[in-house]
């Protein structure tokens, strides 16, 4: 049996390809603890990029001996700036945008306009800050009615949300960045499929200030960078 987690574009792309196969799969959005998981042959990981659970994910597959297969896109190599500041997790990361968006609100004495192209991940943990007083949110999400919704329950207006699928290109971030008057960019990097080189380029060609949240490293399990690679190990070792 495979548990296959996340709810990415990989995601619906490996589900169809264990289809095809006639491979008994169970698909999940997320790992929310080891209580979901009866004894699995394989556990394939292709949730989002920046969840922080795959790392006790990774642990829990290593103490029951349960294969780990992780889906992740290369690290984006990253210009020498110092505009750009880097966290490791999202706990670094609010701890970085108190220190930024407290500097600049002294110094600009008018709100900081932070572009989100997060998504609504961890969307809660920034609008409930400490910081969000002197933030102004612009937050750039996949167009589904239901992270829309999100945004608005959460209080984000309905002109700071973006609705629009990417990746996209330079200029657009450029134009989009520009427009919304954007003074700090936090992203994550989701390697060059994900257009994270485009964001920083864009961002530093207009000066702003990036907080861009890396991956988390899996201490367990296979990590594979493209999908041929991850359903060539299927193939091999599920179907042989």
């Given at each position: 049996?495979?548990?296959?987690?996340?709810?990415?574009?990989?995601?619906?792309?490996?589900?169809?390809?264990?289809?095809?196969?006639?491979?008994?799969?169970?698909?999940?959005?997320?790992?929310?603890?080891?209580?979901?998981?009866?004894?699995?042959?394989?556990?394939?990981?292709?949730?989002?990029?920046?969840?922080?659970?795959?790392?006790?994910l990774s642990q829990f597959c290593k103490q029951s001996g349960v294969p780990y297969l992780r889906l992740?896109?290369?690290?984006?190599?990253?210009?020498?700036?110092?505009?750009?500041?880097?966290?490791?997790?999202?706990?670094?990361?609010?701890?970085?945008?108190?220190?930024?968006?407290?500097?600049?609100?002294?110094?600009?004495?008018?709100?900081?306009?932070?572009?989100?192209?997060?998504?609504?991940?961890?969307?809660?943990?920034?609008?409930?800050?400490?910081?969000?007083?002197?933030?102004?949110?612009?937050?750039?999400?996949?167009?589904?009615?239901?992270?829309?919704?999100?945004?608005?329950?959460?209080?984000?207006?309905?002109?700071?949300?973006?609705?629009?699928?990417?990746?996209?290109?330079?200029?657009?971030?450029?134009?989009?960045?520009?427009?919304?008057?954007?003074?700090?960019?936090?992203?994550?990097?989701?390697?060059?499929?994900?257009?994270?080189?485009?964001?920083?380029?864009?961002?530093?060609?207009?000066?702003?200030?990036?907080?861009?949240?890396?991956?988390?490293?899996?201490?367990?399990?296979?990590?594979?960078?493209?999908?041929?690679?991850?359903?060539?190990?299927?193939?091999?070792?599920?179907?042989?």
């Amino acid at each position: 049996m495979i548990i296959l987690l996340g709810e990415t574009p990989a995601a619906r792309e490996i589900s169809e390809h264990l289809q095809n196969r006639g491979i008994n799969f169970i698909k999940k959005s997320a790992w929310i603890g080891k209580d979901n998981l009866t004894l699995p042959s394989v556990i394939v990981d292709i949730s989002h990029p920046s969840s922080d659970k795959f790392v006790s994910l990774s642990q829990f597959c290593k103490q029951s001996g349960v294969p780990y297969l992780r889906l992740e896109r290369p690290e984006t190599n990253i210009p020498d700036s110092p505009l750009i500041s880097q966290a490791c997790n999202w706990e670094e990361a609010l701890l970085c945008l108190n220190e930024r968006i407290s500097t600049l609100y002294q110094k600009k004495e008018r709100q900081v306009k932070v572009f989100i192209t997060t998504g609504s991940h961890q969307l809660e943990s920034i609008v409930h800050s400490p910081f969000a007083g002197m933030a102004r949110f612009i937050v750039r999400v996949l167009p589904e009615g239901c992270l829309v919704q999100k945004c608005q329950d959460l209080g984000i207006h309905p002109r700071d949300i973006l609705a629009m699928q990417g990746p996209f290109s330079k200029d657009i971030n450029k134009a989009l960045f520009k427009f919304y008057g954007a003074d700090i960019v936090l992203t994550k990097d989701s390697g060059l499929a994900g257009g994270t080189d485009t964001k920083i380029s864009s961002a530093l060609e207009l000066g702003l200030e990036i907080l861009l949240i890396r991956k988390n490293k899996a201490g367990y399990g296979l990590i594979m960078n493209n999908i041929d690679e991850l359903i060539t190990w299927i193939d091999e070792n599920i179907l042989k």
